[in-house]
């Protein structure tokens, strides 16, 4: 079964987040490997991010045209709203991506190195930002935290755009954040990098040491995919586990994994939905040990 002509990616994230990013990479991946076909179709749907685009899809079942950028935020939301629709209810159809976090500070901070970070917030209340409670923002905000004793404040901002604005205008003193979204920051000048939350350095910033050669070894491994509406048929699941494939062989793909530091981590269909399981139990555990799990009903 040929997936329809139009095809259309919704994008769960807001402008000046990292799904858009992806979208746009995945739109030049298509013009560039099927020169004929008429180009992907973006579809904002991030203001409420995950959540929108999976509503949406809800009402979209069995639609062979339309699929949505995805990360754990199409995870954590259930869990943390007690929200009946979950990805069960709708058709994981890949896994594309592996990225990483960073530790960021303002450029003229007078502590953005790892070791003077540590050293600073052991002696100091600092703030950090995300854009909701048990984001991933937060759960490695109280692993810093948790690491070092640390006293630090948690500052829910608008949206996760709002989270660079809020550290730049000095309302938080330090973010993680993936390369997507600080690259821009950090090349206008406003942010420097002081650490890889990864077991090694990475491509991305390979002069930046991890936090764990600074004496606080935290890590996290974040996924970006795929996800369709429920319902759709094993025929135009299969043809989007092709499409997807090939767009992965393209210069605007290899392109955008360099300029981000992220690892290709291609895993579709069933070993994609079983994947998500095991995500699912991942942020269930350490949401209900951060006390961020609504009670039963």
């Given at each position: ?6 095809k ?16 746009e ?15 992907l179709d973006?579809?904002?749907?991030g ?9 949406y899809?809800e009402?979209r079942?069995?639609?062979?045209g339309?699929v ?6 199409f ?6 709203r ?13 896994r594309?991506?592996a ?6 500070a303002r450029?003229?901070s007078?502590?953005?190195?790892a ?8 002696k ?16 490695l905000?109280?692993?810093i ?5 640390a ?10 755009p709002a989270v660079?604005?809020a ?9 993680v ?12 000048g406003?942010m420097?990098?002081i650490a890889?939350?990864?077991?090694a ?6 002069e930046?040491?991890t936090?764990?050669e ?27 586990h092709a ?8 210069t ?7 300029r ?6 291609f895993?579709?269909g069933?070993?994609?939905?079983d ?7 991942w ?15």
């Amino acid at each position: 079964m040929p997936l329809p002509p139009r095809k259309t990616l919704i994008v769960h994230g807001p402008a000046g987040s990292a799904p858009p990013v992806l979208a746009e990479a995945l739109r030049a991946a298509q013009a560039e490997t099927m020169p004929g076909e008429p180009p992907l179709d973006l579809m904002p749907k991030g203001d409420d991010p995950g959540v929108d685009s999976m509503h949406y899809m809800e009402t979209r079942r069995g639609d062979p045209g339309l699929v949505s950028t995805c990360t754990p935020v199409f995870i954590q939301a259930p869990l943390l709203r007690g929200m009946a629709l979950t990805h069960r209810q709708l058709t994981p159809i890949a896994r594309m991506v592996a990225d990483r976090f960073f530790l960021v500070a303002r450029a003229d901070s007078p502590w953005a190195e790892a070791g003077r970070f540590l050293e600073h917030i052991t002696k100091n209340t600092t703030r950090t930002g995300g854009y909701f409670l048990g984001g991933i923002n937060h759960l490695l905000a109280l692993a810093i935290a948790d690491g070092t004793g640390a006293d630090v404040e948690f500052i829910v901002t608008e949206s996760e755009p709002a989270v660079w604005n809020a550290l730049i205008e000095g309302r938080i003193d330090w973010g993680v954040g993936v390369a997507a979204e600080i690259l821009p920051h950090v090349e206008a000048g406003t942010m420097t990098v002081i650490a890889a939350l990864d077991g090694a350095r990475r491509p991305a910033f390979p002069e930046v040491p991890t936090l764990g050669e600074a004496g606080l070894p935290v890590s996290f491994q974040l996924w970006r995919g795929i996800m369709g509406p429920g319902g759709l048929s094993e025929e135009a699941q299969a043809a989007w586990h092709a499409h997807f494939e090939r767009l992965r062989d393209s210069t605007a793909w290899r392109s955008y994994l360099a300029r981000n530091g992220q690892e290709d981590a291609f895993l579709p269909g069933r070993d994609f939905r079983d994947f998500l399981e095991t995500e699912w139990d991942w942020y269930e555990k350490h949401l209900g040990l951060a006390g961020l799990l609504p009670a039963p009903a």
